[in-house]
């Protein structure tokens, strides 16, 4: 603020006290005074120094304190007190900075049929550096990517930032993408991925507590695929944004997609879902054909058979929270295939689906 916050002590008569300790306290941002109103405790962050300082009066009874508003759009105050006597409070409205970024704020990352309307639309939020909403701005919307169509070409940002529109996919398996752009802010995608059929799975159901170390434990909320005559789209939807191990960075995929192309577990090797998950419990198959996805330094996803030999591999496109991966039928055939899921870091493998069977696809029945 460019004037500083003024109290005077007085007396019982009016007259000004010298040399009295005032307290100044802010709900949020800085404060400058004579010196910090009491030491630091241990570990104590600056911020929170900054927050409280005081002034003692001078011959007129005056102390003074230069308050800088906080981060934090709306209303501020600064408590002024004196041990046995009653506060006076300072208060100031702090308004939001310029446009700063634009950022999803929901929708993103939904599995559907191709041709259907998603049930959750996409929101986009514009917001300043410090992360308050900016009303009253414009947001434009356009298909970049799958074909379809958005209910609204462009919004206007509500009392929390967001505008939205809803995507229906295009007639089309794969991904589609719509882009959010506001003036010369950098755009921010949305994506969905178009499959034949979806299978749920319960959120939160991973084997441990949630974070191993810098990670995120990836929780598999969705699978689905499609056929496209020359190869199956499976699409991995995870209650999180992944990124490969090879990207790095919190919440890293890793894992295996297990098929059992002759739908014998006796005639494939021991499922790598059901080794790869924490005791007991099975998937109920055996794999004749898996998906390594650890990922190779290329950043592709290896296609093995039962005994680990080198079948090809198949490069993922991984989109926020969505994997959608190619597998030649030349390799799977057609089907019908037993397929199974399971995800983990490389030190703790963390959720398999479906928990004790197998999803049936079939390139003939599209079941």
């Not at 700063?100 to 986009?124: H, I, T």
């Not at 930032?161 to 995608?189: C, I, K, Q, R, Y």
């Not at 959608?324 to 019908?336: N, Q, R």
């Not at 197998?358 to 003939?364: E, G, R």
Request: aromatic fraction near 6%; hydrophobic fraction near 40%.
């Amino acid at each position: 603020m460019d004037d500083p916050l003024d109290v005077r002590v007085l007396d019982s008569q009016g007259r000004a006290v010298e040399g009295v300790v005032v307290v100044f306290t802010a709900s949020q941002g800085n404060l400058e005074a004579q010196q910090v109103a009491s030491p630091p405790a241990a570990g104590a962050s600056e911020a929170a120094l900054a927050s409280t300082a005081q002034d003692t009066t001078d011959v007129d009874g005056l102390a003074r304190a230069v308050w800088t508003l906080g981060p934090t759009a709306g209303l501020q105050t600064v408590t002024a007190s004196v041990e046995h006597l009653d506060p006076v409070e300072f208060s100031a409205t702090a308004d939001p900075g310029a446009p700063s970024v634009v950022v999803v704020s929901g929708g993103d990352g939904q599995l559907d049929m191709p041709g259907a309307m998603l049930a959750a639309p996409f929101a986009a939020r514009v917001i300043d550096e410090y992360g308050n909403a900016l009303v009253g701005l414009t947001v434009n919307w356009s298909v970049t990517a799958g074909g379809g169509n958005i209910t609204a070409a462009s919004g206007l940002t509500d009392g929390g930032g967001a505008t939205t529109t809803t995507l229906t996919l295009g007639g089309s398996p794969g991904f589609n993408t719509v882009t959010a752009s506001h003036a010369e802010l950098d755009p921010v995608d949305f994506h969905a991925l178009g499959v034949a059929q979806i299978w749920e799975d319960a959120v939160g159901d991973t084997f441990s507590s949630g974070t191993s170390a810098s990670f995120v434990l990836p929780d598999l909320v969705q699978i689905g695929f499609a056929w496209d005559g020359d190869s199956l789209l499976v699409g991995l939807a995870f209650a999180d944004s992944v990124v490969t191990r090879i990207d790095g960075g919190p919440n890293t995929i890793n894992g295996i997609v297990d098929f059992d192309v002759d739908m014998n577990p006796l005639t494939g090797g021991q499922s790598a879902a059901d080794e790869y998950r924490p005791g007991l419990g099975s998937t109920g198959i055996g794999v004749d054909v898996l998906v390594d996805m650890f990922a190779d330094p290329s950043g592709d996803y290896i296609i093995y058979n039962a005994s680990l030999t080198i079948l090809g591999s198949t490069t993922p496109e991984i989109r926020g929270r969505l994997i959608g991966m190619y597998l030649p039928t030349s390799i799977i055939g057609g089907g019908p295939l037993a397929l199974a899921v399971t995800a983990g870091t490389p030190a703790d493998p963390t959720d398999i689906a479906p928990n004790d069977s197998c999803y049936v696809v079939d390139a003939a029945s599209g079941l």
